[in-house]
């Protein structure tokens, strides 16, 4: 499922729910006109109760807005097993987070995205 497109917006969040896990895929820039879309696409993954992964290797920019619906998942996804792992890094988000304090809920995986 794809929630915005590359447009005026400047940015697009693809969807992928696979049987067991949920594929976030994160282009262009992500500020705070993205964070509506994050929020409802963060509610779905998290009524599924699957693992997330977060690919933001495209990702320009990644704003509070977006970090914080993510940050949320993170924490409360109230089932064993479920948490979210960034499956795609990219050194300036990882930065931020490292220098929020944030990075620990941002664990990255060593393995390729497959929903």
């Given at each position: 499922m794809q929630l915005d497109e590359l447009g005026d917006s400047g940015f697009r969040v693809d969807l992928e729910?696979?049987?067991?896990?949920t594929l976030f895929r994160l282009s262009g820039?992500?500020?705070?006109?993205?964070?509506?879309?994050m929020r409802s696409a963060v509610l779905q993954a998290a009524a599924r109760g699957c693992p997330v992964d977060i690919d933001w290797q495209a990702a320009e920019?990644?704003?509070?807005?977006?970090?914080?619906?993510?940050?949320?998942?993170?924490?409360?996804?109230?089932?064993?097993?479920?948490?979210?792992?960034v499956c795609r890094d990219r050194s300036e988000?990882?930065?931020l987070l490292?220098?929020?304090?944030?990075?620990r809920y941002f664990p990255v995986s060593a393995e390729r995205p497959s929903a």
């Open positions: 729910q696979g049987a067991d896990r820039r992500l500020g705070l006109e993205a964070a509506p879309a920019y990644v704003g509070a807005g977006v970090i914080q619906s993510l940050l949320a998942l993170a924490v409360e996804q109230p089932k064993p097993g479920a948490g979210l792992t988000i990882r930065d490292e220098l929020a304090g944030l990075a």
